[in-house]
């Protein structure tokens, strides 16, 4: 891992010759060891293994990645799989990724299931469930707290996201109505405007 | 009975659910896998959820374990499929189409009209779950110190659960 690291930086235009030379199986490899290591959250070590160890994207693409990732359903990193294997290889290059990064949890997750299925009642074990969930709980609210600083703007987002979590918990109208009504409600809202007078719209 | 059918209907209709991360599902996950098919208990798939934060890759693999019950290896199998199959294809489409929507006014606004949506769909799955697992001092000490400490510190999430198992033991095991 380490050893890449004191590699000089790039020239440009050696990132497109390192993408034209990665095979299927490489891609399936990279993203197989990213699925094994990304303990506590996969958008870094994707980083880290694409952009900086194996070159195949440079940054700019990755934030642009990203954010196409982020909007669409489906998680950041199955989706980032797809892309950037797409980028390399097209569709191959898409399932060699997918299945790479899926198959470790997977695999992880599988036995997990059945350790939990014949001893998820034991008084230990059933202790210690009960301190890892409250653990998720703060943990998505410290995502919920990041990405509020990061992707939202203006009061009115916030107006969105308060409308968002009534209509799910309060008004129990199902996740796929709340996203259309107030998912279509915020696009309006941010509409595209001829001279972005962004503070003076309604 | 066969469950597989069951299992891919309900995972694929999650899967195009999931804007912005996989906690979007989670309230119509609760529904569907709990309530209407019972293939496990709601405390369960907290556990299931839960547990799978500390697995390294995508943060839903705890899928699999639903899928491995209620249709042993073949239903690990059709989940996976029917969960990341139709986003994956739809991901694949954009990344072809998305240079052509480079210049379309329209592709800034869904990005941004979506963000605050999918914020609070990520709370409001969030708040389902907290339902079922924050319950008493010790365990809503846990979920404010994890967020106070990841708001402060560099640390990885994955340490915080393991540490957050330890507390728990220490908190709930009869004496």
Known sequence: ?202 | MNQIPALVRVFSYLSILTVGGGMAAFPEMKILTVEVHKWLTFPQLIHLYSVGQMAPGPNMMMIVVIGQWAGGILGAIAVLIAFFGPTAVLAFLVARAWKKLENWPWRTSIQQGLAPVSIGLLLAGCFTMAKGAIFGVETAGIAVGVLLILLQYKVNPALLVLASAVVGVLSFMPK
Not at chain 1, 92 to 116: D, K, Q, R, T
Request: glycine share 10%; proline share 3%.
């Open chain 1, 1 to 202: 891992m380490t050893d890449t690291a004191s590699k000089p930086a790039v020239q440009p235009g050696k990132t497109a010759a390192k993408a034209a030379a990665v095979s299927i199986w490489q891609i399936f490899l990279e993203f197989l060891i990213i699925g094994a290591t990304s303990f506590g959250g996969v958008v870094p070590y994707l980083r880290g293994s694409l952009v900086t160890k194996r070159q195949w994207i440079d940054d700019k693409e990755f934030v642009e990645m990203l954010s196409i990732s982020q909007s669409l359903p489906g998680l950041n990193a199955t989706n980032m799989a797809v892309l950037v294997g797409e980028k390399l290889r097209g569709v191959m290059g898409s399932i060699a990724g997918l299945l790479g990064i899926c198959l470790p949890g997977g695999l992880l997750m599988f036995a997990v299931g059945i350790f939990y299925h014949h001893h998820g009642d034991h008084v230990w074990i059933t202790a210690a469930l009960k301190g890892v969930a409250a653990a998720a709980v703060g943990l998505i609210l410290a995502t919920v707290v990041s990405l509020s600083k990061k992707s939202l703007s203006g009061k009115f987002d916030f107006v969105f996201m308060a409308m968002t979590v009534i209509a799910v918990n309060r008004l129990h109208l199902g996740v796929p109505r709340t996203l259309v009504a107030v998912g279509i409600l915020a696009i309006l809202f941010h509409r595209p405007r001829k001279h972005q007078k962004e503070s003076a719209a309604q």
